[in-house]
Nanobody
Framework: QVQLVESGGGLVQSGGSLRLSCAASRTRLSFVDMGWYRQAPGKQRELVARITESGSTNYADSVKGRFTISRDNANNTVYLQMNSLKPEDTAVYYC??????????WGQGTQVTVSS
């Protein structure tokens, strides 16, 4: 069973930066399209960034120009570089396949809290 482990979250002031990491066991992340998702309290989980198997990227309008998704295939890791953080970015961040049809079990996520 694939296990996803997100890390790198924390408490940061508005305007600050964080880099999130997503590691997986029992699978190769380089073979699938991957996404970073977030869920704020009382809201539905939303996709904020995606990277295809070939390396193409797309972003939600709310994070475009501030977040960068990337992958390190050698280390089987997907990253989310988050700059110019805003209080509205506060959420639990998760990684998973970017697929409408099949996703792995969700990991624990990593909490990002941005103070104003």
């Amino acid at each position: 069973q694939v296990q996803l482990v997100e890390s790198g979250g924390g408490l940061v002031q508005s305007g600050g930066s964080l880099r999130l990491s997503c590691a997986a066991s029992r699978t190769r992340l380089s073979f699938v399209d991957m996404g970073w998702y977030r869920q704020a309290p009382g809201k539905q989980r939303e996709l904020v960034a995606r990277i295809t198997e070939s390396g193409s990227t797309n972003y939600a309008d709310s994070v475009k120009g501030r977040f960068t998704i990337s992958r390190d295939n050698a280390n089987n890791t997907v990253y989310l570089q988050m700059n110019s953080l805003k209080p509205e970015d506060t959420a639990v961040y998760y990684c998973n396949r970017d697929s409408k049809y099949y996703q792995w079990n969700w990991g624990q996520g990593t909490q990002v809290t941005v103070s104003s």
